[in-house]
């Protein structure tokens, strides 16, 4: 069954904010850390964002920080990267993941994945 959903990707222009969700099931979401990560056309797969189970504590790329936010919402069983000050160098398909280390950065340690959504800066 889907256990995550992204959504709130699109086409925006630099320096413009845009804020992806990622819906989880109760099960995933009181349970895991979570993390966002990206891929651009022609590179790997890149941490953004992770944030423990309980929402107190976060860490982020260098690339994002003081840029992106991350937070969760208990309420909505959802996750949030507000992306401010968006360059088009931040262009991918960002993924939200579960896993149970809080913080890493190795796409394999997440064992649940959604499908993505696509972020499109343009300059």
């Known amino acids: 069954q889907v256990q995550l959903v992204e959504s709130g990707g699109g086409l925006v222009q630099a320096g413009d904010s845009l804020r992806l969700s990622c819906a989880a099931s109760t099960r995933i979401f009181i349970n895991y850390a979570m993390g966002w990560f990206r891929q651009a056309p022609g590179k790997e797969r890149e941490f953004v964002a992770a944030?423990?189970?309980?929402?107190?504590?976060?860490n982020y790329a260098d690339s994002v920080k003081g840029r992106f936010t991350i937070s969760r919402d208990r309420a909505k069983n959802t996750v949030y990267l507000q992306m401010n000050s968006l360059k088009p160098g931040d262009t991918a398909v960002y993924s939200c993941?579960?896993?149970?280390?809080?913080?890493?950065?190795?796409?394999?340690?997440?064992?649940?994945w959604g499908q993505g959504t696509q972020v499109t800066v343009s300059s």
């Open positions: 993941a579960a896993g149970a280390t809080y913080g890493s950065r190795t796409p394999a340690e997440y064992p649940y």
């Open positions: 944030i423990n189970w309980s929402g107190g504590l976060t």
